[in-house]
């Protein structure tokens, strides 16, 4: 019998409002580009010259662009196993083995935005998110001689705080903690 917890996984997708924005985007610039290369074809060119050239490539640019956003900054995967933490935002991949992880917190709820003015003299962390998740927890991570910060968006930062938690136990040999402690409070750097 082993003592092997089961990974904790999570995707964590954007909320519906920027699906439906990017959507629009996407469809309003792809319908003109399409509409204005129709009528061109089949009647007088809306527009001629370099000034066509210019059209096209702006609205192709715009509509790939797009794409290039869906496609980026919209889903997440992140998983927990007893050795890495794994996280996937479009293209790009980091991991981090659980014995590099100097601590784990629930960070407080904010913006992406307001998480990278509200640094105040330390470095930002950066930042592991997808467009509209402001919740999730932060990473401390021993790198070289000194630390650095991962803020890890989550829909349920006390789970996945939990699972980093009793695997990051697990790696020091502490106690387990009980099932019946409370979830640690967000961390806030406002002052009183």
């Given at each position: 019998m082993t003592d092997q917890k089961s990974d904790y996984y999570e995707q964590i997708r954007a909320?519906?409002?920027v699906f439906a924005f990017l959507a629009l985007l996407?469809?309003?610039t792809a319908g003109a580009l399409t509409g204005v290369a129709i009528r061109g074809l089949f009647d007088e060119?809306?527009?001629t010259g370099s000034s066509a050239v210019i059209f096209?490539?702006?609205f192709g640019l715009s509509t790939l662009i797009t794409v290039f956003v869906m496609l980026n900054y919209t889903i997440m995967s992140l998983r927990v196993s007893d050795n890495a933490v794994?996280?996937?935002?479009?293209?790009r991949r980091a991991s981090v083995a659980i014995g590099e992880i100097g601590g784990v917190r629930v960070a407080e709820t904010q913006s992406r935005m307001s998480r990278a003015m509200s640094a105040k003299g330390r470095k930002s962390p950066q930042m592991w998110t997808v467009m509209a998740v402001g919740s999730g927890v932060e990473l401390e991570i021993a790198h070289g001689a000194g630390t650095r910060m991962w803020f890890v968006a989550?829909?349920?930062p006390?789970?996945?705080h939990a699972a980093i938690g009793s695997r990051l136990a697990t790696v020091r040999g502490e106690d387990q903690p009980d099932a019946d402690t409370p979830a640690p409070?967000?961390?806030s750097d406002a002052k009183p």
């Open positions: 909320s519906g409002r996407l469809g309003s060119p809306v527009i096209y490539a702006a794994e996280i996937t935002v479009g293209m989550s829909r349920d006390q789970a996945l409070e967000p961390v």
